[in-house]
């Protein structure tokens, strides 16, 4: 039961189901039928808008085409730039309609209006402003100044045609006052020039200015054409009197010049400078690099700029100047007599460079701030620096090459001259700098020093180079930036550097030859004593003693000359080093023959050498800093070396079997002719000699180092481990003797 009710229910609700969807489509049928009406009346209230809009701006066209033929007979300027302006935009409504006649007629009318507008407005300035003669009747500036405004909304060409016969006129004073064959017209008189374009500008904007419309920007117009027509002027009579131009009247017109494009720069935007045929006088400026900016106000009427410019504070960057080269442009062909003349100037430079070093000799050494740098190569490089900046303000092309041509010439001429020229010479007969000639044994004479005078020229000269070689390297770099980026690679001034990298080399070996050769004769001493009769140890030989001095002579004023370029102090000590070591080893095989305690006292003489060298670079210096690892590993190598032959040598020879493989284990060298000087030194006779050689060339094979060749250096070296045992032992032996 309850089950047949559950179902009646669903039934009925089906039902009423059924009904609300029979109402909702029959509500749907009604407004469909309501809403017609109102659609209908929607749509022809749209399309009487419509109608009556287009009606009324035919009626607006209509009427304007008939006001505008009317105003533009009685030339109502003013009346028609608003009324053309405004009939234009209506037309544009009816672009869709131009299939209807009357449509078609109205356009064409408003064309016509146009056209004879825009040859009357010409014609009015025709009147007003006449081509023939410079006489300015001064035609009613007003109607004129709305003819403008109307010429605004016409062709774009009417604007230009209005513009350029203006500005053909206003400039044909100009070109007659300074025809080519006028006395005014020459470079002296250039000034002249920019003086007339100014004055006519302020009689422009007095007269005038009120007549165009200011985005018309009439003034730059008129200043851009002035220097057109004076780039072209100039370019024809130089090229006539190219015979006539000397370089300071170039200059004089170069720099009159660049100041007057500077003040356009100053004085207009440059927009018109991209607009129809005057784009083609815009020249790519070389201003990209910032460094140019900084330094184009600097240049003043002078020639030379003042040292301090170099240090000048730079200015805030200033946008780029577009009138660059607008007029200066005309000067590139003949910027050769610039060329010129700059390798004419930098010439007598170097020579009176040349004569004030003979007149007041080497700057004095200043010891607290290092080695004295010539003042002369700081002027050298200001005058390269004003040359740079003048040369890159008129041109970034074939010019700047060679100017650098020029630099390069006279950077080799400087190091030649003035460097490598002032170096002392030695007082070899031959004149060189050769080792040999420095390393000649001078028997019972003192060899001739350098005075400390000399010692001071020569670290001033080294570093005058230094800073002559960084300077070079920053004067590649600003070079490149201001040259035109294809000719970057033409520019080169490795070859400049080298030459001061020489300059260097041949300071520190000159310094390292002079030290040299002052030991010279006490370790010609050394090996001149007779070691065989030495009695007992005792201190430091007198050679020591000697060889100590001239170091302590000679280092500390090197090292504080040298103050400022530490890198070559040290290559002065690992020079010196890695020639003196080899020299003493070589006197120390001249000592023969040797008795045990001769030997002890070379050992001992050989560690306070040792000793000295390793506080080479700090000695007679109140602060002690460390040498450097690579000087040190030099000196402890090479004088461990000498402290191994004198053990050798005070090895005793017998039985030989050991004394050989002593000698082959401390020493690694499987050189026949060093262990022939080693028995030359222990004072054997011949027969025991050859014995001992044969055992050492038998001997030699015998380590097993897997090596086929006998003579490899490798076949027992000694290892760091062992090599340092061996300087401890070797320390503990001279103590005990001490």
């Known amino acids: 039961?309850?089950?047949?009710?559950?179902?009646?229910?669903?039934?009925?609700?089906?039902?009423?189901?059924?009904?609300?969807?029979?109402?909702?489509?029959?509500?749907?049928?009604?407004?469909?039928?309501?809403?017609?009406?109102?659609?209908?009346?929607?749509?022809?209230?749209?399309?009487?808008?419509?109608?009556?809009?287009?009606?009324?701006?035919?009626h607006m066209l209509a009427g304007g085409v008939d006001s505008l033929e009317a105003m533009t007979r009685r030339r109502q300027y003013g009346e028609v730039a608003n009324l053309l302006q405004g009939v234009v935009n209506v037309l544009e409504h009816f672009n869709k309609y131009m299939g209807i006649p009357q449509i078609r007629?109205?356009?064409?009318?408003?064309?016509?209006?146009?056209?004879e507008l825009g040859e009357q407005i010409l014609a009015d300035f025709e009147e007003a402003f006449p081509s023939q003669g410079t006489k300015r009747?001064?035609?009613?500036?007003?109607?004129?100044?709305?003819?403008?405004?109307?010429?605004?909304?016409?062709?774009?060409?009417?604007?230009?045609?209005?513009?350029?016969?203006f500005i053909k006129q206003h400039l044909s004073e100009y070109l007659v006052l300074f025809q080519e064959n006028q006395d005014v017209a020459w470079l002296d008189k250039i000034d002249r020039r920019y003086a007339w374009i100014k004055r006519q500008l302020v009689d422009y904007e007095e007269k005038f200015g009120r007549m165009f419309p200011q985005e018309w920007c009439m003034t730059e117009r008129i200043s851009v054409e002035f220097c057109h027509v004076t780039r072209t002027e100039l370019t024809k009579i130089m090229r006539t009197r190219a015979k006539e131009i000397e370089v300071k009247l170039l200059l004089f017109a170069i720099q009159r010049t660049t100041n007057f494009e500077g003040l356009l720069a100053k004085r207009f935007s440059g927009c018109t400078l991209?607009?129809?045929?005057?784009?083609?006088?815009?020249?790519?400026?070389?201003?990209?690099?910032?460094?140019?900016?900084?330094?184009?106000?600097?240049?003043?009427?002078?020639?030379?700029?003042?040292?301090?410019?170099?240090?000048?504070?730079?200015?805030?960057?200033?946008?780029?100047?577009?009138?660059?080269?607008?007029?200066?442009?005309?000067?590139?062909?003949?910027?050769?007599?610039?060329?010129?003349?700059?390798?004419?100037?930098?010439?007598e430079l170097i020579d009176r460079f040349?004569?004030?070093?003979?007149?007041?000799?080497?700057?004095?050494?200043?010891?607290?701030?290092?080695?004295?740098?010539?003042?002369?190569?700081?002027?050298?490089?200001?005058?390269?620096?004003?040359?740079?900046?003048?040369?890159?303000?008129?041109?970034?092309?074939?010019?700047?090459?060679?100017?650098?041509?020029?630099?390069?010439?006279?950077?080799?001429?400087?190091?030649?001259?003035?460097?490598?020229?002032?170096?002392?010479?030695?007082?070899?007969?031959?004149?060189?700098?050769?080792?040999?000639?420095?390393?000649?044994?001078?028997?019972?004479?003192?060899?001739?020093?350098?005075?400390?005078?000399?010692?001071?020229?020569i670290c001033s000269i080294l570093s005058t180079a230094e800073y002559c070689l960084a300077t070079t390297q920053q004067l590649e770099e600003k070079l490149k930036e201001k040259v035109d980026a294809s000719l970057m690679e033409r520019i080169n001034l490795t070859g400049?550097?080298?030459?001061?990298?020489?300059?260097?080399?041949?300071?520190?070996?000159?310094?390292?030859?002079?030290?040299?050769?002052?030991?010279?004769?006490?370790?010609?001493?050394?090996s001149k004593m007779q070691w065989q009769n030495v009695e007992h140890v005792g201190d430091q030989s007198p050679y020591v003693t000697s060889v100590i001095l001239h170091i302590k002579q000679?280092?500390?004023?090197?090292?504080?000359?040298?103050?400022?370029?530490?890198?070559?102090?040290?290559?002065?000590?690992?020079?010196?080093?890695?020639?003196?070591?080899?020299?003493?080893?070589?006197?120390?095989?001249?000592?023969?023959?040797?008795?045990?305690?001769?030997?002890?006292?070379?050992?001992?003489?050989?560690?306070?050498?040792?000793?000295?060298?390793?506080?080479?670079?700090?000695?007679?210096?109140?602060?002690?800093?460390k040498a450097p690892a690579s000087y040190t590993k030099i000196v402890v190598k090479g004088m461990t070396r000498a402290e191994m032959i004198l053990k050798v040598v005070m090895a005793?020879?017998?039985?030989?079997?050991?004394?050989?493989?002593?000698?082959?284990?401390?020493?690694?060298d499987c050189s026949t002719d060093t262990f022939q000087k080693i028995l030359d030194m222990k004072g054997l006779k011949r027969s025991e000699q050859s014995s001992m050689l044969d055992l050492f060339r038998l001997r030699l094979p015998a380590p097993p180092s897997g090596a086929e060749n006998p003579g490899s250096l490798s076949l027992s070296a000694p290892t760091p481990e062992q090599e340092s045992s061996r300087i401890r032992k070797l320390e503990k032996l001279i103590k005990k003797r001490l």
């Open 354 to 457: 040349v004569a004030d070093f003979k007149a007041q000799g080497p700057p004095k050494p200043n010891v607290d701030e290092g080695g004295a740098v010539l003042p002369s190569c700081a002027d050298l490089f200001v005058y390269y620096k004003k040359c740079m900046v003048q040369c890159s303000q008129l041109s970034t092309g074939e010019p700047m090459i060679a100017l650098t041509t020029i630099f390069q010439k006279y950077l080799r001429e400087y190091a030649r001259n003035i460097l490598s020229g002032n170096l002392p010479k030695t007082t070899s007969s031959s004149g060189g700098l050769t080792i040999t000639s420095l390393l000649k044994e001078k028997e019972g004479s003192e060899v001739a020093k350098f005075t400390f005078e000399e010692l001071c020229l």
């Open 652 to 668: 005793p020879h017998e039985p030989p079997v050991v004394f050989v493989d002593n000698y082959i284990k401390l020493l690694a």
């Open 1 to 58: 039961q309850a089950l047949e009710e559950a179902q009646k229910a669903i039934q009925q609700l089906f039902g009423k189901i059924k009904d609300i969807k029979d109402k909702a489509e029959k509500s749907e049928q009604m407004v469909k039928e309501i809403t017609q009406d109102i659609k209908q009346l929607d749509h022809a209230k749209r399309h009487l808008t419509t109608s009556i809009t287009t009606l009324n701006h035919l």
């Open 105 to 115: 007629q109205l356009s064409e009318r408003v064309k016509a209006a146009q056209n």
């Open 274 to 347: 991209g607009d129809g045929t005057v784009k083609k006088t815009e020249v790519p400026p070389p201003s990209t690099n910032p460094f140019l900016e900084d330094e184009t106000g600097t240049e003043t009427d002078e020639i030379v700029i003042e040292k301090s410019d170099m240090d000048r504070p730079k200015k805030p960057k200033v946008p780029d100047n577009p009138f660059h080269g607008i007029v200066s442009k005309c000067f590139e062909p003949h910027l050769y007599v610039y060329i010129e003349s700059q390798d004419k100037n930098l010439g």
């Open 137 to 165: 009747p001064g035609g009613p500036s007003n109607v004129l100044r709305d003819a403008c405004l109307v010429a605004n909304v016409l062709d774009p060409r009417i604007k230009q045609e209005i513009i350029k016969k």
């Open 496 to 526: 400049e550097m080298d030459t001061f990298s020489i300059v260097i080399s041949s300071s520190i070996q000159l310094l390292v030859q002079d030290l040299d050769a002052a030991c010279d004769p006490a370790l010609t001493a050394m």
């Open 554 to 625: 000679n280092v500390p004023i090197i090292r504080d000359n040298l103050a400022s370029t530490r890198k070559y102090f040290t290559q002065f000590c690992i020079r010196f080093a890695n020639s003196f070591i080899p020299k003493f080893i070589n006197h120390l095989f001249k000592c023969k023959p040797i008795s045990m305690v001769g030997a002890e006292q070379l050992l001992l003489d050989t560690h306070s050498l040792k000793m000295v060298l390793l506080d080479l670079p700090s000695i007679g210096s109140q602060v002690m800093r």
